[in-house]
């Protein structure tokens, strides 16, 4: 998968509900942030990396049931971290 890295000056730097909006003005495209400003953007998989990642989602999804030891996300899901950062967000 390749990525590409963009860097902003401190001050244009995206607000989280910039940064919200940006992603959701760009639906096709994935963006994570870095803490210190940075936007990652990240390319969609291909049919055989989406066809083993559906595989082993599966697999973990029937074994949880059964353990019942947390949750799962899919690569759709943003989380944000302590330090501001925002990663695997898709709006």
Not at 2 to 7: K, N, R
Not at 8 to 18: H, K, S, V
Request: glycine share 8%.
């Amino acid at each position: 998968m390749e990525t590409v890295l963009m860097h902003f000056a401190e001050d244009i730097r995206f607000t989280d509900d910039e940064f919200v909006r940006f992603c959701q003005d760009n639906p096709s495209l994935r963006f994570e942030r870095r803490k210190n400003g940075d936007i990652i953007l990240m390319s969609l998989t291909g049919g055989e990396t989406g066809n083993r990642n559906i595989e082993l989602g599966a697999d973990f999804v029937i074994w949880n049931r059964q353990s019942k030891w947390g949750y799962f996300f899919d690569s759709s899901t943003a989380f944000r971290l302590p330090d501001t950062s925002v990663i695997g967000a898709v709006a």
